[in-house]
């Protein structure tokens, strides 16, 4: 067992695993460092290009981003493009487009104007669109299918393109590009197992004994980065039970040309717990532009994949508090004719004709031939659900109960976050050692 033994050991090959296996070789003097990745490749769930929107959560264009939270992504956004350009990888995962975020109809332009001033001293790049400057810079905005300038009033705030504002990324390569750039360093054990789904972790004394299909491992700290299932290893060793998880898939429609210039998203209804629909070009699929996300609650963890349904009924630990969740979201009429809405988007031909509805109000020429449902694109986020207050989370979360584990959950933008988050866990990792965090080599190369 001594030869399968590390300083650290993180499970899940995601974004988020990936991130605290780069961040462990490369800025701390800790010897042995293992990830576990359950599947035969490196971020083959959410963090897959196809899973998510590809984009780089900086807070500048989600509406639904508190001030306090905008400051917060704004840094770990940052650190993503940081990285890309420490490695080189601008233009080869990491893009600049054009982006902004629109308001329809005088009631959502004033609150655009208004949440302009807000944060323009945070996002000094941003700019206020109007009409006539969108109908030059993305003029699907504008025009219905006859050429006709749509009545309702719209302002864009955002970016052009030439202002070189990094606002894509593939974070599926960038996964593989930080466990590369990780094995690269010498004189430390940086070891990867694929096909090693983690079966129970258990404690004995100081030391975590990590089981797999194929192997025994131990180690002197353990951080699981694995979806969902992170709450699935948390309640099989005790810990975590006032949570459960509603895991929600989103789902995609995608154009069969290309619409938009860049990303553009609408404001967030304030009722509603899940993302608005914004339309972004596919960096995997030659530009065309995505629409999206759906929201769809689905009774199990991973998505396209057999199984995980008595994963998510163990996850969930239905219970009055549970119930009391589901309640309230449905009694309220916008939330359950939401939820609705999106379940019938998945119906094969008349999901289409529904959603095309939605679309329209960011594209209003938009046709049935123009866009195709996106088969086996969208993942699966969890998102927690908190049975002390009864209510969802809408966040990340992190059970930490002391002696060297830790369990992270991190629905969107958790890959954005991917590096800061990795930084509070070195942070503890290292504390708990009594080892050392470069962190002054970490803020040159992330952050300065």
């Known amino acids: 067992m001594a030869k399968n033994h590390y300083d650290v050991l993180t499970v899940g090959g995601g974004i988020s695993g990936a991130a ?51 400051i917060k992504v704004k840094e770990t956004a940052n650190m993503v493009v940081k990285y890309c350009l420490h490695h080189q990888k601008e233009g080869k995962f990491m893009f600049a487009h054009q982006k902004m975020a629109i308001g329809v109809g005088d009631t959502e332009v004033e609150y655009m104007k208004n949440r302009y001033e807000s944060v323009k001293g945070l996002y000094p790049y941003m700019e206020v669109f109007d009409k006539e400057k969108l ?174 349904y008595l994963d998510f009924l163990q996850t969930l630990r239905l219970d009055h508090n549970v119930i009391k969740v589901f309640y309230d979201l449905m009694k309220d009429s916008d939330i359950r004719n939401y939820i609705f809405r999106n379940f019938f988007f998945e119906v094969p031909k008349y999901g289409k004709e529904l959603f095309i509805k939605d679309a329209r109000k960011l594209v209003p020429s938009l046709q049935l031939e123009d866009i195709e449902y996106a088969k086996r694109f969208g993942g699966v986020r969890p998102q927690v659900i908190d049975k002390k207050t009864k209510k969802l989370m809408l966040g990340e979360a992190s059970i930490n109960p002391g002696g060297g584990i830790v369990f992270n959950m991190t629905p969107s933008p958790g890959a954005t976050s991917c590096l800061g988050n990795a930084r509070r866990d070195v942070r503890l990792v290292c504390e708990y050692l009594g080892k050392t965090f470069d962190e002054n080599l970490f803020n040159q190369e992330l952050i300065d």
């Not at 800790?30 to 959410?46: D, G, H, P, S």
């Not at 109908?135 to 905005?141: G, M, T, V």
Request: proline fraction near 4%; glycine fraction near 8%.
């Open 20 to 70: 605290l296996f780069y961040e462990l070789a490369k800025y701390t003097n800790i010897q042995k460092i293992a990830l576990v990745e359950k599947y035969e490749c490196l971020a083959k769930l959410n963090s897959h290009g196809t899973s998510n929107s590809q984009t780089i959560h900086c807070g500048d264009i989600e509406t639904n981003y508190t001030l306090e939270k905008a």
């Open 135 to 308: 109908a030059q810079i993305e003029p699907k905005l504008i025009f219905d299918a006859n050429g006709k300038e749509r009545p309702e009033n719209v302002v864009g705030v955002g970016v052009e393109a030439d202002a070189n504002e990094y606002s894509t990324v593939d974070f599926g390569a960038m996964s593989e590009s930080l466990i590369e750039e990780a094995q690269k360093i010498e004189g430390k054990i940086t070891d990867i197992f694929l096909n090693s789904q983690v079966l129970s972790i258990k404690k004995f004394g100081d030391v975590h004994v990590v089981i797999t299909k194929d192997h025994t491992f131990t180690a002197d700290f353990v951080v699981v980065n694995a979806g969902a299932h992170s709450l699935f290893l948390a309640h099989q060793m005790g810990f975590g039970h006032d949570l459960g998880c509603l895991p929600v898939a989103g789902s995609f429609y995608i154009s069969t040309k290309k619409i938009l210039n860049g990303k553009v998203y609408m404001v967030q209804n304030p009722k509603l717990p899940f993302a608005a629909l914004h339309g972004d070009p596919d960096i995997l699929a030659d530009g065309c532009t995505r629409f999206g996300p759906t929201a769809l609650v689905l009774p199990k963890l991973e998505r396209y994949v057999n199984g995980t």
